[in-house]
């Protein structure tokens, strides 16, 4: 059955029956719409200029919306309630005789097939979704829309494009079909990455996905043509394309995240912007490769780095050496051939400020010699800052690239100034000097070389969180580091070492964690976290304590953790101020676990904890409390002997172990829970212990 608008402005909602007919033109007052009637809006729906608006969610089956009567009138469909079309929709007028104002969620609920949606030009600015089981929908032109979601049934483009300002999306297990033919569609992203029981046929479509954070997801199907045009796009899935074309945009962080292998059979291309806006292709893994395969076709790329991709093409390596604005390698990659590393020479000839990036900053000889650079410094260069390199006092040089070369200061002079931006990437080593300045955003570098390099701050405090994430890379302290109480030194991959040659070297950090995949060599010094509150120490990878002492002295504002993560280690010193406790997680080892005076120290992971001394002097004025977190806590001495150095405890919820070895002091007392603990000092040596009134 079909209901007729009339009466001319009005309100389209589920009660109302003023402005329904059965009939064209007819007398108003019929019922309300419902899914198994059509609506139909036509010449005499009203005299003039007339307004629908939708409200309170609304139904109906086939959908037309015609012109009123008169040369150049116009109907205006507005509102932003839910609509929901049971058959197809057709906006017969056109945009000459519909104004779209509606800005509501439409929903394609059919269960038959042969359904057409027929737009004539007129643009949507509404979610459409597909979700009729059994249902089977077809354009008639071009469809533009704020996004399409298909949930259930099969939605064929009818090779008509399609213009969305959001996402493309089909993301279910349910039984549905998606034909893209010969589309072109356009969307911020495209999400198939659920394609359980979806039937996918891509045609000779081109996708083009643009924005500034884009996610294309095509859970291995197969593509003919994807263009995704912005500055941080992801590919997922272990797809197949015939042309992948990568674009980046006028930033400098650009960077394209591969989440799986994928094949290419004709044209891959990856253009950064510039030089200097470079795009850097990645595994979305450190140190975990993803393949990139090109068969029968042709690569095209310029302005690009890369980092942790395999290349496999069916003539060798990938050679990008001669490639427009130089190839940047990021370590990790098989199958490239890069931009030969250059050695390259900083010179600025007056005060005043300079940027990394500026091209005619940089030569290939000292002193503004030699040919002057055509691009930045890549990734596998090394940049010289040397006696050359500054001419006059009040030089600054901005570090505005994320990702750079090793760079070295020594012999520069006249005290240049650093500033380093919020968040980049060092691939080499890095050399300081005393007679400079530091200015830097939240964090610090992130050292990614996978080789062999120096860190050397000469003097100077660290600015901001250090990041070393390099699988096979080692980076080997040249002098002491100095980060404040707020930031991290984080190892991430690879070998942190405060050791180099016969030198022993110190950090003094906020925050230390170790994560599975890093190593954290720390010899000999003494070592202090002076964070002041949460997780001051997280290992959950290696660390190598040698005969190092950690010593935890952060002035507290909150209970601190040090979560040992079950390692080895030599000497851990308790020495925070402020009254908060110190908790350790993890069944560790130490060589001496030190606890100042006023100290409050909990052991919160059941097990034998091992050591071969516990250091623990309180005072009658500021005792130490040592407790566990419940039962199953036992403190094990090692390498025989007994527990001395301790007085002024109150322990509580632990077991000592071995028994008759852990003498606590005559001044320490249970605070209940407890056994093996002697609250008394070391026993007499038997030669002078006096038994039934014998000396013996």
């Known amino acids: 059955m079909s209901k007729y608008w009339v009466g001319g402005t009005g309100t389209w909602n ?21 899914v198994s009637d059509d609506v139909v809006f036509d010449a005499l729906s009203g005299s003039d200029n007339y307004t629908v608006t939708l409200s309170g969610g609304v139904v109906c089956k086939n959908l037309t919306i015609d012109k009123p009567t008169g040369v150049g009138k116009k109907v205006t469909w507005a509102g932003s309630s839910s609509l929901a079309i049971y058959g197809s929709l057709n906006l017969l007028g056109g945009t000459a005789g519909i104004t779209r104002t509606y800005t509501g969620a439409i929903t394609f609920k059919s269960t ?77 992203a495209f999400s198939i990455a659920t394609s359980t029981n979806l039937t996918f046929d891509a045609g000779t479509s081109i996708i083009t ?53 994928q094949i290419i059979t004709g044209t891959l291309t990856i253009n950064g912007n510039t030089s200097v806006n470079r795009v850097t292709v990645n595994s979305d893994v450190v140190g975990t490769p993803r393949t990139l395969t090109t068969t029968g076709g ?31 390698d990021c370590g990790g990659n098989t199958g490239i051939t890069f931009t030969s590393p250059q050695d390259w020479y900083f010179h600025a000839a007056e005060a005043g400020a300079n940027s990394w990036s500026t091209i005619g900053k940089w030569f290939t000889q000292t002193n503004g010699a030699g040919s002057v650079a055509t691009r930045p410094p890549l990734p596998q260069d090394t940049c010289h800052f040397d006696v050359n390199s500054f001419d006059a006092g009040g030089i600054t040089v901005t570090q505005d690239m994320p990702r750079v070369p090793g760079f070295t200061l020594l012999g520069a002079t006249n005290n240049p100034t650093f500033t380093f931006p919020n968040s980049w990437s060092c691939f080499g080593s890095m050399i300081l000097i005393a007679a400079m300045s530091l200015t830097a955003g939240g964090n610090g570098p992130q050292f990614r070389g996978r080789g062999n390099y120096i860190l050397d701050y000469a003097g100077l405090a660290a600015v901001g969180t250090i990041q070393f994430d390099a699988p096979t890379g080692e980076l080997k302290l040249a002098s002491d580091l100095s980060i404040d109480e707020t930031h991290y030194l984080w190892v991430y991959h690879g070998t942190f070492t405060c050791i180099n040659g016969a030198n022993n070297y110190v950090l003094s950090v906020g925050y230390l ?25 997280v290992c959950s990878g290696t660390i190598n304590a040698g005969t190092s002492t950690l010593k935890l002295c952060g002035a507290l504002i909150g209970n601190i953790t040090f979560s040992g993560g079950g390692q080895d280690y030599y000497n851990v010193w308790f020495s925070t101020t402020n009254a908060f406790n110190n908790y350790i997680e993890g069944v560790n080892t130490y060589n001496d676990l030190r606890i100042d005076a006023g100290r409050n ?48 405890i109150t322990v509580s919820y632990l077991e000592g172990s071995p028994l008759e070895t852990w003498y606590v002091g005559d001044n320490s007392v249970d605070g209940g829970n407890t056994s093996g603990f002697y609250f ?17």
């Open 298 to 328: 042709s690569v095209v790329v310029s302005n690009a780095d890369f980092r942790d991709i395999d290349a496999v093409g069916d003539a060798g390596d990938l050679n990008l050496s001669a490639v427009s604005g130089g190839s940047g």
């Open 14 to 34: 589920t009660t109302a029956t003023t402005h329904w007919s059965d009939s064209s033109g007819g007398a108003p007052g019929a019922a309300v719409p419902t």
């Open 601 to 648: 120290v909990g052991f919160w992971t059941p097990g034998t904890h091992i050591m071969n001394s516990l250091t623990a002097l309180g005072t009658a004025e500021a005792r130490i409390t040592l407790r566990g977190l419940d039962y199953n806590i036992i403190l094990e001495k090692a390498g025989g002997g007994i527990i001395t150095g301790c007085d002024y």
């Open 513 to 537: 964690y170790v994560y599975p995949g890093g190593i954290l060599n720390l010899g000999s010094a003494t070592h202090l976290i002076i964070g002041t509150a949460d997780a001051v120490l």
């Open 112 to 188: 038959s097939t042969g359904q057409t949606i027929s737009l004539n030009s007129v643009t949507l600015a509404s979610a459409i979704t597909f979700d009729g089981v059994g249902g089977g929908w077809t354009l008639s032109n071009a469809l533009t829309a704020t996004s399409i979601t298909l949930t259930n049934g099969a939605f064929s483009t009818g090779n008509q494009n399609i213009t969305l300002s959001a996402a493309f999306n089909s993301t279910n297990s349910n039984i549905r079909s998606l034909t893209l033919g010969s589309s072109s569609i356009s969307c911020t």
């Open 209 to 261: 996905c643009s924005g500034s954070s884009i996610t294309f997801a095509g859970s291995g199907k197969t593509f003919y043509e994807v263009r995704l045009t912005g500055a941080s796009p992801s590919i997922t899935g272990a797809n197949s394309f015939t042309n992948l074309t990568i674009t980046g945009t006028a930033v400098k962080t650009g960077v394209v995240s591969v989440k799986a292998d």
């Open 680 to 696: 008394s000092d070391q026993p007499l040596p038997p030669s002078q212990a006096v038994f039934f009134g014998c000396e013996c």
